[in-house]
């Protein structure tokens, strides 16, 4: 049976075998060991009965006033493990933690306007596009890419304020 748990600094010796997906944005270990120190109980792990790594999620709380929210930095499954649940899992324990520890108006995140599968799955959770980010992802090509900011309502968000979306684009200095 599949746990989630949370990360742990030994996690980063075992995770390549998620990160190697070609839409999973990558970090240098200090990012991922400033996260883990800063926000641990945003950041969760899944892992197989055999111990091996499925995916993981790391987030933050951010923002002030009416903009404090959680905001997932990165949510990613091995692609032998997808189609499971386990990012709407590990998405729920950083919603949960975001209004019931931080107690958020709202969770944010960023994806590529390309990736039509997350776009998805993040709509089927209640998430909706805020706004459209140009020019958010960098490219090897030079070519950058547009991100959509999607974001999901918490209860503090009574009447749903945060996810009214904005009528034009962003550009990331914005942000």
């Known amino acids: 049976m599949t746990s989630i748990r949370r990360f742990s600094a030994l996690d980063l010796f075992r995770f390549n075998n998620v990160n190697l997906d070609p839409l999973t944005e990558t970090y240098n270990i200090s990012f991922y060991l400033q996260y883990l120190a800063r926000w641990p109980d ?5 892992v197989a009965p055999n111990n091996r790594l499925m995916g993981y999620m790391m987030g933050k709380v951010e923002g002030q ?3 404090w929210h ?3 930095t990165a949510l990613t499954v091995a692609p032998e493990y997808r189609r499971l649940g386990l990012a709407r899992r590990l998405m729920y324990f950083l919603e949960e933690t975001s209004e019931k520890v931080y107690n958020g108006y709202f969770v944010d995140l960023f994806v590529r306007k390309s990736n039509d599968l997350a776009i998805n799955m993040y709509k089927k959770l209640g998430y909706v596009v805020y706004r459209r980010v140009i020019g958010y992802y960098a490219t090897h090509n030079g070519n950058d890419e547009d991100a959509y900011d999607m974001r999901k309502s918490l209860a503090r968000d009574r009447d749903r304020i945060s996810m009214i979306p904005l009528k034009r684009p962003v550009y990331p200095e914005d942000l």
Do not use: Q
């Not at 945003?42 to 899944?46: C, N, P, R, S, T």
């Open 65 to 67: 006033g009416m903009n």
């Open 42 to 46: 945003m950041f969760h792990v899944a």
């Open 70 to 72: 959680g905001h997932v």
